[in-house]
């Protein structure tokens, strides 16, 4: 969304948007599964999930517009961390910083409505034939 708003004011070619490509796939606890008993070399012992908070924190409670502001830049850092040479090296190093203030503020907006959690596995299997 933050590079469309950058296409959208010149900032970015849109070609440039459109030729980009960050592959990135979450699959769930059913796809997991089916996917090791397919394969059929382990038994599933444990097959759960856990969440986590986006900004790591592990507050419940509803976060006060100071702590939405907080959580929105220690997400946009930890995405930046991750995925900031690869955007470098398709548009440019000179709209860095405008995009991940522009991704901030997207996720800031998506915070006060909406929990930010993303879903971890945990996966115990043994070697030895499906369940």
């Known amino acids: 969304m933050a590079l469309r708003d950058m296409v959208a004011k010149g900032v970015v070619e849109e ?9 990135v796939y979450f699959p769930s606890l059913e796809e997991v599964k089916a996917i090791i008993q397919n394969e059929g ?15 790591g924190s ?17 997400i946009a850092n930890n995405i930046r961390a991750v995925s900031e040479s690869l955007l470098t090296s398709h548009f440019g190093e000179e709209i860095i910083n405008e995009l991940f203030d ?20 945990i996966i115990s299997v043994t070697r030895g034939g499906m369940i």
Request: hydrophobic share 30%; proline share 2%.
């Open 41 to 55: 070399s382990f038994w599933v012992n444990q097959l759960e999930t856990f969440h986590v908070n986006w900004d």
């Open 15 to 23: 070609e440039k948007l459109d030729t980009w490509n960050f592959p």
């Open 102 to 121: 522009r991704f901030r503020e997207k996720i800031e907006e998506y915070a006060v409505k909406e929990k930010t959690e993303y879903t971890n596995l």
């Open 58 to 74: 592990d507050s419940s409670e509803g976060g006060s517009m100071t702590d939405t502001l907080r959580s929105s830049y220690l």
